[in-house]
């Protein structure tokens, strides 16, 4: 089945993925995040958006590219916790962060419509979009120090949109905060209330597909093109910090054994 989407007509492709669905209608692809009930991002899941990335970076007629969710629960929590383990983590990073890059390098607008709790490498997803739409309701937060460890793609990505402060509060504190402190340290373009939020994104991103893609394109190129390359400079370099040397580190294994076993951590320095 081809990508394309002729005269308006949408096209849904049931047959080529497990947890994402892919519809494209009138120049609006919509990646919907499909593993309920909080649509984790393993290695399945993120080689399945990265897939869907190439496919739709062949297609001239794709303006813009939505994600969104199956339900109102969860955007995405992140990545599994299973494979932040020494043994599946060199490739859990990999996985994710190939994804990441894709999506930083699609020439589409990208637009994250997340409803729910937005967390981990759910949210390193939205803030790799070029913007990011949110349900009234919605959660945001980097957990990932409560679990001994950082989120690599978070800092590049953060820090150009909400500052370094900004970022080291949402890093270092693992706290999750609401869609209002969100747009008011900009990382979310709109708030929308609860029930009128999954249409009111779609419309939202089916008025931008009423200009001109091929100047929506070359507008992209010239506030993305700088930073990309930087990201993903960044980005490497933070996934050699975190395989030479945070996974060494006892605090990290507890952190993930601890929130596996459901009980506090031990830290190695202890706590007051």
Known sequence: MTLD???????????????????????????TLNAPPVHILDGTMCGEITAALRALRKNAAVKVVLFRSSGPKAFSAGASVEEHRPEPV???????????????????????????????????????CDMVLASERAKFGHPEILLGCFPPAAGPLLRRIVGRHKTAEIIASGETFDAAEALRAGLVNHVYDEESFPEAGAEFA?????????????????????????????????????????????????????????RAPAWSEGTE
């Open 206 to 262: 089916r008025g931008l597909c009423g200009k001109s893609g091929a100047i929506l394109r070359l507008a992209k190129r010239s506030y993305a093109d700088l930073d990309r390359e930087a990201i993903f400079a960044e980005i490497d370099r933070n996934e050699k910090l975190y395989l030479d040397e945070l996974i060494r580190e006892p605090d990290m294994l507890e952190g993930i054994e601890a929130f596996l076993e459901k």
């Open 90 to 128: 060199v490739q859990m990073l990999a996985t994710f962060h190939a994804l990441i890059k894709e999506l930083l390098a699609a020439p589409a607008l990208t637009i994250a419509g997340v409803q729910g709790v937005c967390l981990g490498g759910g949210l390193e997803l939205a803030a790799a």
């Open 5 to 31: 989407s002729p005269r308006g007509y949408a096209y849904r492709m049931t047959n080529t993925y497990e947890k994402i669905d892919l519809t494209i209608d009138a120049g609006l692809a919509t990646i």
